[in-house]
């Protein structure tokens, strides 16, 4: 799926740098500003320090002064709403019209943002085959427009597949058997010295012990901890040593 950013007549640079950077997190890098407020919005300060490190899709991006320019090529035209127009197209949330149109097959999808201070023109609305409304609280449903497009742009990039979440610690290597029973004796030991384990009438102590570290899967450090817990509590029942 080919699939475009077009922002209509933009008014603040760091917001053209929020769109970059909401686009490149999600893996989209074809943006269209169509008559910005500045010239060259793309070169403003603002503008890059917004796109904190999208500088690939600000290079990229282009700047047209029509509409009709930056719809070139475009297949499925996605207006973005908050208010439903007579006689315009029907009104879905993203997830609800994306998923499906992930499945159509190849096209070549545009999502249009209107301006932050006047919004989209009834007469754009009408050239889209979708209005995507953001289901916000009806009470307060205001996105600026940074947040909207990293909003559109995740649930296009879910819609078409996603991508994988990475472990951000390395995978739990559990002790073995060996080494849990061999901690459990320690403990038992222990138990013992200080008291509040009776060896003459055990009861389940222990049983129930080991199903608890069957369930927590203690790692080989965590064993190493738990041994030393236990030689502490021995230590301490058998009290400071003479010389």
């Known amino acids: 799926m080919r699939t475009r950013f077009i922002l209509i007549q933009t008014s603040h640079a760091g917001n053209v740098g929020a769109a970059a ?5 999600m893996g989209f890098d074809d943006l269209v500003l169509v008559a910005p407020r500045w010239a060259n919005v793309l070169r403003r300060e603002e503008t890059i ?6 500088l690939d899709v600000l290079t ?4 047209v002064e029509t509409l009709d320019e930056a719809l070139d090529g475009v297949t499925h035209l996605c207006a973005t709403a908050m208010i439903p127009r007579d006689f315009g197209p029907p009104t879905r949330t993203p997830r609800e019209h994306l998923e499906p149109l992930a499945k159509q097959g190849e096209q070549h999808v545009a999502f249009l943002f209107g301006s ?8 754009d609305v009408y050239r889209c085959n979708v209005a995507l409304s953001i ?3 009806p009470k307060f449903g205001s996105l600026n427009l940074g947040a909207a497009i990293q909003v559109v742009a995740y649930e296009w990039r ?3 597949g996603g991508y994988g979440v990475r472990d951000a610690t390395a995978p739990i290597e559990a002790a073995d058997a060996k080494a849990v029973a061999g901690m459990l004796e320690h403990w038992e030991r222990s138990l013992v010295e200080i008291g509040f ?8 102590l222990m049983p129930r012990l080991q199903q608890l570290f069957n369930r927590a899967q203690p790692t080989p ?23």
């Not at 932050?116 to 007469?123: A, D, I, L, P, S």
């Not at 450090?221 to 010389?243: C, Q, V």
């Open 158 to 160: 879910l819609a078409l």
């Open 116 to 123: 932050e201070r006047f919004g989209m023109r009834n007469e």
């Open 49 to 54: 320090q917004r796109a904190s490190g999208a």
């Open 21 to 25: 950077r909401a686009m490149k997190t």
């Open 60 to 63: 990229n991006a282009r700047i």
């Open 197 to 204: 384990l009776d060896p003459a009438a055990p009861k389940k």
């Open 135 to 137: 289901p916000t609280d």
């Open 221 to 243: 450090e965590e064993i190493h901890i738990l041994r030393g817990i236990a030689k502490a509590m021995a230590d301490a029942a058998r009290g400071p040593r003479n010389g």
